[in-house]
């Protein structure tokens, strides 16, 4: 069992999302940062849809009541188990009574906490992460909460492994193609969006990532259009000319004109930016957009047959 102590700004449970009921109204959910979650699942020798924690910011304690290993992943947010300073990419082993401890970080906004053999609770819809805005999934479709009681099952071999895993690179230039709505916005409008460098603002969450700047004038429209399927990676242009990324938790329609969507490459990346960072977008082709998945696909399966040899060993 953990018993989380302090929930920090918000802990959910996570795995890789509920697929299939989009039809239905139903959103992905999910942890936004699919590929830490990968990673640290993996450290720990688990299954890739394991489900996981995901902490946002930090200012999380958490007590651990039996032994087990961990893997820490995504943000770098100054953990320390007990006394001892604990980093992304690695995994430790936890004994009964130790405590780990995150501060609000060095970089990065979600880190990702697997726990061999998984975080234990019921699947709806055939997941087990939580969907805060339907309440359903995770632990009674809620955040954490401080005295809440995680299930796992206790781990109490001894652990070797000195196996680490490198962090994907972090990108400010975010690539996407061109939305349907692409030809409807003035040309003035898409220059702007191309050109213009966009802040993160503050009331982004796990449902899409507002952006500010300082051309919203240039790109503000008075289309009226129907509601159409949007998806996580959809970027929508509301009538203030304020973009809008759509993230995991996101409404499955909208009306807004989509001016892009993110590639799936990329589309990891809002997982991690922070308030008031700073990006750009380009747009590219289906081609470069399959080359820069499979560059992050190589990384992931290189991890695999690394930790292979050393689990058969």
């Known amino acids: 069992m953990i018993k989380v102590i302090k929930p920090g700004i918000q802990l959910t449970i996570q ?11 139903v959103s992905r959910s999910g942890s936004l940062d699919a590929y830490a979650h990968i990673i640290a699942n993996r450290l720990v020798n688990n299954h890739d849809n394991d489900a996981v924690l995901e902490l946002t910011v930090g200012l999380c304690e958490l007590q651990f009541e039996c032994d087990t290993v961990i893997a820490l992943h995504g943000a770098d947010l100054n953990a320390k188990l007990d006394a001892q300073a604990v980093y992304p990419g690695w995994s430790y082993p936890v004994k009964a009574k130790q405590t780990l401890k995150f501060d609000t970080g060095r970089g990065g906004s979600r880190a990702y906490i697997a726990v061999k053999g998984g975080i ?10 939580t969907d805060l805005g339907a309440a359903i999934g995770g632990f009674n479709g809620r955040a954490l909460q401080s005295d809440d009681i995680i ?39 898409i220059n702007a969006f191309c050109t213009t460098s966009f802040t993160i603002n503050p009331n982004s969450n796990r449902m899409g990532v507002r952006l500010d700047h300082n051309n919203s004038q240039i790109m503000q429209h008075s289309l009226s259009l129907h509601s159409l399927a ?21 409404q499955t329609t909208g009306g807004y004109p989509l001016i892009g969507h993110v590639i799936e490459a990329d589309l990891h990346q809002f997982a991690q930016f922070r308030t008031a960072d700073s990006i750009t977008f380009e747009f590219v082709t289906l081609e470069q957009a399959t080359a820069a998945k499979s560059k992050l696909d190589a990384h992931l399966f290189q991890l695999k047959l690394s930790l292979n040899r050393y689990w058969a060993n």
């Not at 795995?15 to 109204?25: A, E, T």
């Not at 680490?164 to 409008?189: D, M, N, S, Y």
């Not at 949007?230 to 996101?250: C, F, M, R, T």
């Open 151 to 189: 299930k796992i099952t206790p781990y109490t071999q001894p652990w070797l492994c000195n196996k680490g895993a490198l962090t994907p690179p972090k990108r400010k230039v975010i690539r996407l193609h061109q939305g349907p709505h692409h030809e409807l916005l003035t040309p003035e409008c």
């Open 15 to 25: 795995d890789l999302g509920r697929v299939g009921f989009r039809h239905l109204g």
């Open 120 to 129: 234990e609770c019921p699947e709806v819809m055939g997941s087990k992460s």
């Open 230 to 250: 949007v998806a996580p990676g959809s970027v929508q242009l509301p009538p203030d000319g304020n973009p809008i990324v759509l993230l995991n938790d996101a």
